[in-house]
C-alpha cells in the first residue's frame, strides 16, 4: 500500500473518530455528559494524546534517518565513482575503454533510477540487471600493470569497486525497511479514538468541525511523511537525481 492510500485511510478513520464523538454526544444521556464523566474522558485522551505523539515523533525521526542514510550513500557513491575514474585515468590509455565502461554503466544505473518519464524504479527492481561493479570489476583485473604506479592504481580501483558495490547492497537493505502495518494500525486506532473523544464534548459548529478537520489533515499529512520517506527512491518526497548527474558529467572525460 502506498504513502497516499496509507494517508486517506488513517484521514478517513481519524475524521471518522470524531465525528463518531460528535454524533455519540447526541444519543448519550445527561448523566453520561456530567462534569465527572468530561474530566475522565480528558484524562484519557490525554494520555492517548501523549502516547501517539510520542510514537509519531519516534517515526517520524526514524524514516528522516533512514531516509537521510540513504541519501548519504547515494552522494558517496557517486564520490567513489569520480574517484574510480581519475584513478583509471591516471593508470593511462590502457584504461580508456574501461573508462567509457564505467560512464555507460553509472548512466545505465541513472536512467533506471531516475528515468526522464519521471516513472522511477525502486532499487529492488534493478537488481535484475548486472550492477556497476559487476561490468567494471573484470575488465579492471584484466589490466597488467606495467609499472609499481599502475599496480598501486589497480589496486585503489578494486578497492573502490568494492566500496560501491558494498554501497548498492547497503542501499538496497535500508529501502526495503518499512513501518510494520501493524504499528499504523494500532497508531491510527490510537489517533481515532483520541479525536473521539474530541468530539465527544465539541460543540456542534462550523469553527470546530474546521477545527477537526485541520486536526485530522496533520495527522494524516505525519503519517504520509513517514511512508514517504521510508520509500526514498520513489514517490514525492524522493532523493535528488543531482550528485548522480553531477557525477555522470564528469567522469569519463
Avoid at 488513517?10 to 454526544?25: I, Q, Y
Avoid at 573484470?138 to 585503489?156: E, G, N
Wanted: glycine share 6%; charged share 15%; aromatic share 8%.
Amino acid at each position: 500500500m502506498n504513502a497516499w492510500a496509507v494517508a486517506s485511510i488513517t484521514f478517513v478513520c481519524v475524521l471518522g473518530g470524531a465525528l463518531g464523538g460528535m454524533w455519540l454526544r447526541s444519543v448519550l444521556s445527561e448523566s453520561h455528559l456530567s462534569e465527572a464523566s468530561k474530566d475522565i474522558v480528558k484524562l484519557v485522551t490525554g494520555l492517548i494524546a501523549t502516547l501517539s505523539a510520542l510514537v509519531l515523533g519516534l517515526l517520524i525521526a526514524s524514516a528522516k534517518s533512514s531516509f537521510d542514510s540513504i541519501n548519504g550513500e547515494f552522494k558517496e557513491t557517486a564520490t567513489k565513482v569520480i574517484l574510480l575514474d581519475r584513478a583509471l585515468a591516471q593508470y593511462g590509455p590502457d584504461a580508456n575503454a574501461l573508462r567509457a565502461a564505467l560512464r555507460n554503466a553509472y548512466a545505465g544505473r541513472l536512467n533506471r533510477l531516475f528515468p526522464q518519464d519521471g516513472r522511477r524504479m525502486v532499487e529492488s527492481d534493478s537488481f535484475s540487471e548486472p550492477s556497476l561493479a559487476e561490468i567494471v570489476e573484470p575488465r579492471v583485473q584484466a589490466l597488467v600493470p606495467a609499472t609499481d604506479a599502475q599496480r598501486t592504481l589497480r589496486s585503489r580501483a578494486m578497492q573502490l569497486i568494492y566500496a560501491i558495490d558494498q554501497a548498492r547492497w547497503n542501499t538496497f537493505e535500508q529501502s526495503g525497511t518499512r513501518t510494520p502495518p501493524a504499528f499504523v494500525a494500532v497508531l491510527v486506532f490510537w489517533l481515532a479514538a483520541m479525536f473521539a473523544g474530541f468530539g465527544l464534548f465539541a460543540p456542534r459548529n462550523i469553527t470546530t468541525l474546521t477545527a477537526l478537520i485541520i486536526g485530522a489533515l496533520s495527522v494524516a499529512t505525519a503519517i504520509f511523511l513517514i511512508e514517504e520517506m521510508n520509500d526514498p527512491l520513489a514517490g514525492v518526497i524522493a532523493i535528488s537525481s543531482a550528485p548522480m548527474r553531477n557525477t555522470l558529467a564528469i567522469i569519463g572525460k
